[in-house]
Structure formats: C-alpha cells, structure tokens
C-alpha cells in the first residue's frame, strides 16, 4: 500500500485490471470526472443466488503468521520464492485455472533486475459475468516509517500489508473449491505493488505487478468490478468508503457498504473515507470500476492510537491482526459473492 491523502492527490495512472491478462496505468492528475459504467452489466440474464458457504478466519490469520514465518517477501529472496511457491500449491489444489506470469522490471541498484511473478487464478471461467479481487503479496523492501532511522532500509514483516490480503483471498479460494460461485471470480495476487520510493519517483516503481498485469491484459476481458483488499487484519480496523472508489464506483461502493451494515459488521463504517494512492487507481484510469477496501488511518499514521502507528515500519506484525477483523472481510466477499451481486447483477 502506499499513500493516503485527505485532498485530492496527484494520482499516477497506469491501465490495470482484469484476469488471465494484465493492465498497467499512466499517469493522471485526479481521479476521473464520472463514474465508470459498464453498459453490460444491464444486459445480463439475472444469476441465481448459491448458499454461502463458511469462512475460516483461523486459517486465514495461521496463514499470516506463516508468510511471516517465511521472512520478508521482497523480490528476489528466498522468502519471496518460498512464497510463490506455497501460493501456487495451494491455488493449484483449488482451480486447474492458475496462471503464473513472470516478468522483470529493474530495481534501483544499478545493473539490478527484480524477478516478478503474478500469480491469477480463475473461478468459474465460463461465467461472462465475472469479478477480480486482487491483494499484494510482496514485502516492502524498506521500513521507511519506522521511528528508528537504522531501520528504513530493513524490509518490512508486512504481516497486515500484503500478508492479510494474501491469507484472506486464498482462503476465498478453498471456499471456491467446494462451493463453486455463480458468478465468474478471478484472484490477482499482484507482486511488486509495495516497491516504489514515492520521494525518488513518486509512483513510477509502484504496482510493478498491475502495470504488468494490464500491459497484458486480453482486450476482450473487462470485469463489472474490481475489488482491491488492503490491510484488512487489523483488530481495530476502521473501513470507511475510500474517495477514488466512490467516485469510480459508487453504485458497488453502496452495495458493498449496505450489505456490511446488513450483516451488521462492526469494522465497516459510513463516511468520508481517505483518499489512497494504491493498486486501484491504474484500474480506475482504465476504466474499471474498483473499490478499494483498506483501513486507511493505517496509512501515514493517522490514526490517534499507537498501536495502529504500524505502517511500512517493522512492527507490522501479526500481534495487530485479529481474526474477528479477518471473518468480518471474509463473511462480507462471500456474502456479496453468493447471494448479493448475482441477485443485483442486472441493476449494478
């Protein structure tokens, strides 16, 4: 994840978005004028809803701890591989559709090249109505936060950045295993999102991974949605409608919010939430409408508690997570998933 602003920020655009390709964005000033809108979307045959199946959010925090466990998940480690590895075991056992794409891009050491990968799975691939949800999977390289300056060039545990996101969407995919969705689901676990020095570049080394994705992406593939999930462990978490996805978005941004006050989760709040520069906004420029689920206080420390001070420093850890957060994001996805976006699919 990378920066939050309470103003309208200057956002880099690459084109990003859906499956089985990629998109990549270039760079905008502000966030488009209109909504995106999918003039398909109408002319859908209704979907019937599916029982919603259980989330395990055990699993999912056990998950954290383990890509914890592995080491910081920076391009080119070990660890990183180690991840890889494991993500695509697990997704391999749960979809024949996974893709692997591996790419380069050139790190900021002279002579450096980073070894990306992403890695996209696919969920019902004949559905024509179909979603993405993507997450980061990499470890910042650098505790650029962190109040002890001897640890900015030390790469982060990123327990909550990248490790939540990653644990909760593979759970999503146990589910899909043995629940098929209805609707046509495409995970995107991006990498390289969290590499760029915004002081050096701004956004030019950010979303390595979305940049690639969308460079690649089939002309012919276009979701109704894309729904980035982002620091979404916290055990005090606080999910307000960030600024970019309500202007992108706003129809998906309500039926998301809606269905959370429904449920009557206790971490999603109505309000004026950040405005966040993060994987979506190369979505958004493409014309993808993409809501971003982030706890956005985290973000520049802004929030007034300091146990939630933790962002893109070595306390990222997961002592900050709490499964109850994790079932929350989870019980919602697949709420939406089985039951509300097939019922709505004719109207969003």
Known sequence: MTLSFR??????????VGIIGSYAGCKRDKPPATPATNPAASA??????????????????????????????????????????WMDSILTGCTPNVELQHFTDPGYSPGETLNLTNVIASFNPNATWRILILTHYDSRPWADEDPNPK?????????????????????????????????????????????????????????LGVKYFVANKPANYNPQVAILLDMIGDSN??????????????????EIWNTAKEMGLSHFRTGNGADIEDDHLPLIHAGIPSVDIIDGDLVGHVSPDPNRKYWHTLDDLPKHIAPSTLDEVGRLLLQLIYQRFPRDSQIL
């Open 237 to 254: 978490a606080d999910f307000e409608p960030e600024t970019n996805s309500v202007q992108s978005a706003p129809q998906w941004v309500n």
């Open 44 to 85: 859908q045959p209704a979907i019937s809803p599916a029982p919603v199946p259980g989330f395990d959010a055990n699993r999912t925090f056990a998950d954290i701890v383990k890509q914890v466990d592995m080491g910081p998940r920076v391009p080119n480690s070990a660890a990183h591989a180690r991840a890889l590895k």
């Open 7 to 16: 103003r309208p920020s200057l956002l880099s655009g690459l084109l990003l």
């Open 151 to 207: 640890n900015h060039s030390t790469p982060i545990p990123a327990a909550n950045d990248g490790g939540s996101g990653t644990a909760l969407m593979l759970e999503l995919a146990r589910q899909f295993k043995n629940h098929p969705p209805p609707i046509g689901v495409d995970l995107f676990f991006d990498d390289g999102e969290d590499y760029g020095k915004y002081k050096v570049d701004n956004l030019d080394r950010y979303f």
